[in-house]
């Protein structure tokens, strides 16, 4: 997909905010959508293929958070939430959501431009340049459907970000990752890495394996240095 095709509803009460954001987006070639509320943005996605989602924390009626947990129940489409508060709180409450990215207002377009640029050319890049299956420990990762299964057949979906994450250390296996590293694939390079959101993502894809315990076996710590996958990994066409 040509991301400057690709279409993007915002989800913001502030007129113009939303005013201001489609006028940008359009400008640089983007399809776009808008919606003042939760009400208003399932109508969107209901009547549209959406490639991406910026939305605002607080909203008249269900805030932010709450349609980021109801996206994520039925999409995997990437989610960039917009925050009036520069507290690291809001920012790790929407990522362990399953929000993608964050943008704390006020922000230039130029700065959200790039956001969107980096999570497209990711879930382009997931869709297209992958084997279909990864086989790891109990797992097998399908990296069409963005979904886990394990060896019992569940099947548990992924977020953008978990999917991404989990991806960075199957292509590294066995290998120590640091924090910056994974910041840079998990959030895109325009972002500056924060330890705690970092963690937050590797506690996140942990619980997702199962592997959340004292001392986990699959992700594991490395002090000092950052995390690394302790296994073996197959790829698989079916």
């Not at 293929?49 to 996206?71: N, Q, S």
């Not at 894809?205 to 594991?220: A, M, W």
């Not at 490395?222 to 996958?229: E, S």
Request: charged share 30%; proline share 3%.
């Amino acid at each position: 997909m040509n991301d400057s095709k690709a279409l993007i509803l915002v989800v913001d009460d502030d007129v113009a905010i939303r005013e201001l954001l489609e006028e940008h987006l359009t400008r640089v070639g983007y399809g776009v959508l808008t919606a003042a509320d939760g009400e208003q943005m399932q109508s969107q996605l209901d009547s549209a293929h959406v490639d991406l989602i910026v939305l605002d924390v607080m909203l008249p009626g269900d805030d932010g958070f709450t349609l980021c947990r109801r996206i994520r129940e039925q999409s995997r489409v990437p989610i960039i939430m917009l925050t009036a508060s520069s507290d690291e709180t809001d920012r790790v409450v929407g990522l362990e959501l399953g929000a993608d990215d964050y943008l704390a207002k006020p922000f230039s377009a130029r700065e959200l431009q790039a956001r969107v640029k980096a999570l497209l050319r990711r879930a382009s890049f997931a869709r297209s340049d992958n084997p279909r299956f990864l086989l790891f420990d109990c797992w097998r990762l399908d990296t069409l459907a963005h979904e886990l299964i394990s060896e019992d057949g569940e099947t548990v979906p992924l977020s953008g970000a978990d999917f991404a994450l989990l991806q960075l250390f199957l292509a590294n296996p066995n290998e120590v990752l640091d924090r910056d590293t994974i910041s840079d694939v998990t959030r895109g390079r325009e972002s500056m890495p924060l330890d705690r959101v970092v963690d937050v993502a590797v506690s996140r894809l942990r619980q997702r394996l199962g592997d959340h315990g004292r001392n986990p076996k699959l992700i594991k710590t490395v002090r000092g240095a950052g995390y690394v996958l302790a296994a073996s990994v197959r790829h698989a066409s079916e």
